[in-house]
């Protein structure tokens, strides 16, 4: 929370050195939206009439960023611990091209300004030094109403830009609000347009869906959108199955999981490690999420019997960097699906009583071991210090001289 002020403080600063030199400027968009309902907001947006150049004069360019200046927004560089501030020249948009991005931009009226928004709960301003909101959208009533609604034309703003259509339901989501009928109405119409977003910014939705709270209502009301077999068609043949309502439960149980962690847990009945592998790479995610999730699946029943695991593999998994999300997404899974979890249990007892310099020993014998003993670097090389780890980790092996010993004897068998 303090963060958060402070956060807030650096943008009432920008607003008034904007206005000191003359501006109009006021706080814009999400973070009204924010303040207004009391919620943490994780960016403070300021929306000014000082054009680009007029505000890096201002804050000056060494500590400015003309990031998206071609669309009005200079960055304001802030302590390192408060992070940036976008400020935006009041701008309307110019006709959308191809149901992504407009052609350009045309700077204009606060009032234009919010017209270009996309849900009237989005499209507030807020003056900071006269604590006053300025709404030409009726967004103060939405927001009373818990409404998520299209500024104008819900059919002509989903055609202008079609990943409003899943901003519409991560809001309402979230938000815990509803979605007006017309609005969704025109969602679903056009759903299967979707596909022509970049699949970076679809999956930037998915995350910010996924770790929410309410990601099991943001899942379910992207299916009734129609989106989700847009997004992740695979899933559709296990929204027949009873599969469907463990997944949405299994969703549901998890507890501030990372992106990765309920990725897994949608994505686990698939099943298969290569269809998970697949979808992560349509949505473009890195590397690493990519490792973590298919991690994930890949070992999804590797705990279910926990006590009876050799002492090698309980080890090896519980020393694993996802160990403890490959702990919770067991954990959720089967109390989705009314097992008991006695598997998990075991395993944090056992994490709890037992020191890390055991779980995850520092090895009596290492690759340069077994170079040094003449053997080269191959497929059985490795199979070789496996199995030195498996009797270490097993507590077969307890001293480096059989190790190495033991190497010797793999080696030649
Ligand atoms: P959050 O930051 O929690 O995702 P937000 O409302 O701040 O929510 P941003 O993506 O940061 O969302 O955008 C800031 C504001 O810019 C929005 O509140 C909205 O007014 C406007 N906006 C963002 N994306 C769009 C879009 N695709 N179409 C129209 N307006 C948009
Ligand atoms: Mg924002």
């Keep these: 929370m303090a963060v958060v002020s402070a956060q807030r403080d650096f943008a009432v600063q920008i607003v008034n050195r904007l206005r000191e030199a003359g501006h109009t400027a006021l706080f814009a968009g999400g973070c009204v939206r924010d303040l207004l309902l009391g919620r943490e907001s994780n960016d403070f947006d300021v929306a000014t009439t000082a054009r680009p150049n007029e505000v890096r004069e201002l804050f000056g360019h060494r500590r400015t960023l003309a990031v998206g200046a071609s669309f009005g927004v200079i960055v304001v560089i802030g302590p390192p611990e408060l992070g940036h501030v976008e400020v935006a020249t009041f701008r309307t948009d110019l006709d959308y091209v191809d149901g992504r991005r407009p052609e350009g931009i045309a700077f204009c009226s606060p009032e234009e300004d919010a017209l270009r928004r996309d849900f009237t709960i989005n499209g507030m301003f807020f003056d900071p030094i006269d604590e006053r909101v300025i709404d030409y959208v009726g967004g103060e009533e939405d927001l009373k109403g818990r409404l998520v609604r299209a500024i104008g034309d819900p059919h002509d703003r989903m055609r202008e830009d079609k990943l409003r259509m899943l901003r519409a339901v991560r809001f309402t989501a979230i938000l815990d609000f509803s979605l007006d009928p017309i609005t969704a109405d025109a969602i679903r119409q056009m759903s299967s347009e979707l596909v022509v977003v970049s699949a970076e910014r679809i999956a930037q939705e998915l995350k910010k869906m996924l770790v929410d709270r309410n990601r099991r209502r943001a899942v379910e009301l992207s299916e009734d959108m129609l989106l989700l077999r847009i997004i992740l068609p695979e899933l559709n043949e296990l929204q027949k199955q009873s ?171």
């Design 243 to 413: 599969d469907w309502s463990t997944t949405l439960r299994r969703l549901e149980l998890l507890e501030r999981p990372s992106f990765e962690l309920a990725m897994a847990a949608l994505l686990q009945s698939l099943d298969s490690k290569s269809a998970v592998n697949k979808i992560c790479r349509r949505l473009k995610l890195s590397n690493d999420e990519i490792e973590r999730i298919c991690w994930l699946v890949e070992h999804q029943r590797d705990l279910d019997d926990a006590s009876q695991l050799s002492l090698a593999l309980l080890k090896r998994l519980l020393a694993h960097p996802f160990r403890s999300d490959l702990l919770q997404f067991v954990e959720a899974d089967r109390t989705a699906k009314e097992l008991g979890i006695e598997p998990i249990a075991f395993c944090r007892e056992f994490l709890r009583s037992t020191p890390m310099d055991q779980i995850d020993p520092l090895p009596l014998v290492t690759g340069d071991d077994l170079v040094a003993m003449g053997l080269r670097p191959g497929p059985k090389f490795k199979q070789v210090l496996d199995t030195i780890r498996d009797a270490q980790l097993n507590l077969e092996l307890t001293n480096r001289e059989d190790a190495l010993e033991r190497a010797r004897i793999e080696w030649n068998a």
